[in-house]
């Protein structure tokens, strides 16, 4: 079965500085794509990154990267030059190719940035 | 665009009464899904739409929780006897495609208390 563990509860990052949240995940399913989301204390789920199985390169969008590394099953999340608005909770989700359409996701890293 | 809608944004029932919630997805999207997510958790899978058909429902606690999507378009979730336990964000999310590798967007998300 498809499972996403973050071990971070919590990280306290100061602005400006580069912050990786960490996400492993499990399944056997050799296609599958990875997901990250930020929930602000608004509520609303916010796309930020995707990956897939395949890819051969480490996906970027903008602030954002994703270091995968496929051997490890690990797809750790890193924010450069945090920002005071990039405080709120950050979920990694997986969402296998066959069978089920669902989102997996793990519990959740709650990032605060200090001025 | 337009992104996901949902509505109520927040509702209050007493146990035992019967709630609706409603998701507007984007214009256009094929899959829809809804997921619960309780306090300090991150989302759990409840059902997927493709279209107006339901293919999975497995994530449904039980016979008292009810989804449709009649046209395709607009869906809701009901609930029907409401007990303490179902108090929680319910959150709607609809990607383009059926594929593994489609981005679900989410909507705002209805937070039910139920007293």
């Known amino acids: 079965a498809q499972k996403i563990t973050q071990t971070q509860p919590g990280m306290f990052v100061q602005e400006k500085e580069a912050v990786t949240l960490d996400c492993t995940y499990d399944?056997?399913?050799?296609?599958?794509?990875l997901f990250w989301y930020k929930q602000p204390s608004s509520g609303e789920m916010i796309f930020l990154i995707y990956?897939?199985?395949?890819?051969?390169q480490n996906a970027t969008e903008g602030r954002y990267s994703l270091n995968f590394q496929k051997a490890r099953k690990s797809a750790n999340l890193v924010i450069s030059a945090s920002q005071l608005g990039d405080s709120a909770m950050y979920f990694c989700?997986?969402?296998?190719?066959?069978?089920?359409?669902?989102?997996?996701f793990g519990q959740g890293t709650r990032l605060t940035i200090n001025p | 665009g337009a992104g996901v809608s949902q509505s109520p944004r927040y509702k209050v029932a007493k146990r035992g009464q019967d709630v609706a919630l409603r998701c507007d997805p984007i214009?256009?999207?094929?899959?829809l899904f809804w997921y619960q997510q309780a306090l300090g958790q991150g989302p759990e899978f409840l059902t997927y739409?493709?279209?107006?058909?339901?293919?999975?429902k497995s994530g449904l606690p039980s016979d008292r929780f009810f989804a449709e999507r009649p046209e395709g378009s607009v869906s809701t979730l009901k609930i029907q006897r409401t007990q303490q336990e179902d108090s929680a964000v319910y959150l709607c999310?609809?990607?383009?495609?059926?594929?593994?590798?489609?981005?679900?967007?989410f909507g705002p998300g209805t937070r039910l208390t139920v007293l």
């Open positions: 999310a609809s990607s383009l495609g059926s594929s593994g590798t489609d981005t679900q967007y």
């Open positions: 399944t056997s399913d050799p296609s599958y794509g």
């Open positions: 990956q897939g199985s395949y890819d051969q």
């Open positions: 989700a997986m969402r296998e190719a066959s069978g089920a359409q669902k989102l997996v």
């Open positions: 214009s256009g999207h094929v899959s």
């Open positions: 739409f493709q279209n107006e058909a339901q293919l999975d």
